[in-house]
Each structure stands twice: as structure tokens, then as C-alpha cells.
């Protein structure tokens, strides 16, 4: 049976929408952007800090089922234009081991509050 996540430590849903799902081992966690939680303000001042904003919220829910990076088994970078590919990877890459998850990044017509970039992860219980 699917269980609903939620964390206090991660923006709540803007929209009809889980921050999350459990489902048995598996965990499927909605696309994130840099909304901070403390705030609700959008952290947009570097697309470098935009995305460690949406991996921190990425965090916060991982944390609160009690899991880490190491468990996310695929992930989705939807990014705003793929001129920003480079930046968003190599602050991606820092939260993953030897072993990153499987992945795809698509450039996309527009992405919620006129963010650059969302992630979405799915993870495993091992």
C-alpha cells in the first residue's frame, strides 16, 4: 500500500501532489525546486546555489525516511535551457559516490515559478 511522505524540512506541495511516496522498498519523491523551507523564498542567486537549494530539499526528504544519496537508484533533471547543464552537473555530482544513480536531463518550455532547474529522485531501501 503507498504511503504519503511529508518533512517540515522540505517546501510543502504547491498543488494536488505527495512530497513523496512509499511504496513497499521503494520511495518516489516528487520533483524539487530551490524553495527554501524556512522562507518559502525561492533561491535563485547563482544556478549554482539554486541547485544545491533543490538538493538540500532532495535531503530533507530522503533524511526523513532515513535514507541518503547513496540509496537514490534513478533521478530526472529537468532543466530551463541546456546551456546550464555543465553548472547544474558538477553540483549534482558532488552528492553521489562511485556509483551515481541513473539519470536523465531534458531542457524543458518552463518549469514551476520560473525556476531553472527541478529534480525528482526515486530510491530503495537496501
Request: glycine fraction near 8%; aromatic fraction near 8%; charge should be negative.
Amino acid at each position: 500500500m503507498k504511503q504519503a511522505i511529508f518533512s517540515k524540512n522540505a517546501p510543502a506541495p504547491i498543488g494536488p501532489y505527495s512530497q513523496g511516496i512509499r511504496h513497499g522498498q521503494m520511495i518516489f519523491l516528487s520533483g524539487q525546486v530551490a524553495i527554501d523551507p524556512a522562507t518559502g523564498d525561492l533561491v535563485m542567486d547563482s544556478i549554482e546555489a539554486e541547485t544545491r537549494q533543490v538538493m538540500a530539499n532532495i535531503k530533507a526528504l530522503l533524511d526523513s525516511e532515513g535514507l541518503g544519496f547513496d540509496h537514490v537508484v534513478k533521478s530526472s533533471i529537468f532543466l530551463s535551457d541546456m546551456a546550464l547543464f555543465n553548472q547544474v552537473n558538477a553540483v549534482y555530482a558532488t552528492y553521489f559516490d562511485e556509483t551515481p544513480p541513473a539519470r536523465e536531463t531534458v531542457a524543458v518550455a518552463g518549469l514551476p515559478k520560473g525556476v531553472n532547474v527541478e529534480i525528482s529522485v526515486t530510491a530503495i531501501r537496501s
